[in-house]
Each structure stands twice: as C-alpha cells, then as structure tokens.
Nanobody
C-alpha cells in the first residue's frame, strides 16, 4: 500500500526555520510531481510549492523567496525548507504526490496521494 509519510513540523518563533520531509512508502512504478499544500484556519487549502521529477519548482506567492522545495528521486522524498517564518505561515502542511501504482498508468500520470498532514505553528 502506497503512503506518504511526513515529518518535521513543530513550533518555531517568528523569523525561524523548519524543514519538512515527505517520503513515499510502498511499491510503485514511479513518482511524478511532488509538492506541499497548507490549510490555514478559515482559508481553503493552498499551494505552497510543487516540484516536477526533473526538478522544476513552482511556489505560491506568499512563500516565494522564503521557502525552498527540493527532492531526492532515489529516495522518493520531497523536502520543504522554510526560512524567515511568520505567524501567517501557521497551518497544517500536507504533502502531495502523483504516483504511478500500476503498469497501466502512463509515464506522465498516476494517482493522487496525500499525506496525513503535519502542523507548523509560528509564534510571535
């Protein structure tokens, strides 16, 4: 069974840094795009950052210049380095990945998977 296993959330003061990790567990036929989304109170889930298998990254406007997404394809793991955090970054962060779980899946599109979420709290 394929799962996304997240780690790295916690409590940090404003201006501080955290690093989130998300690893794919379970047999699969390849992982396409991986990314992070977040859910803030009373705000719909929003894109934080996404990265293609080839390493092309896209960021949400509110995190550009502060967050960096990266991945290790050999480990099927995606990372989110978060610097200069502020209270508005407080949210539950969810890992997302497009994973080919069947040989019938084309190379460019698998199934959509989500992690369980990891909470990030930034104090002022």
């Amino acid at each position: 069974q394929v799962q996304l296993v997240e780690s790295g959330g916690g409590l940090v003061q404003a201006g501080g840094s955290l690093r989130l990790s998300c690893a794919v567990s379970g047999n699969n036929f390849g992982v396409n795009a991986m990314g992070w989304y977040r859910q803030r109170p009373e705000i719909s889930r929003e894109l934080v950052a996404v990265i293609t298998r080839g390493g092309v990254a896209t960021y949400g406007d509110s995190v550009k210049g502060r967050f960096t997404i990266s991945r290790d394809n050999a480990k099927n793991t995606v990372y989110l380095q978060m610097n200069n955090l502020n209270v508005d970054d407080t949210a539950v962060y969810y890992c997302n990945a497009d994973i080919r779980t069947s040989p019938a899946h084309p190379w460019y599109r698998g199934e959509d998977y989500w992690g369980q979420g990891t909470r990030v709290t930034v104090s002022s």
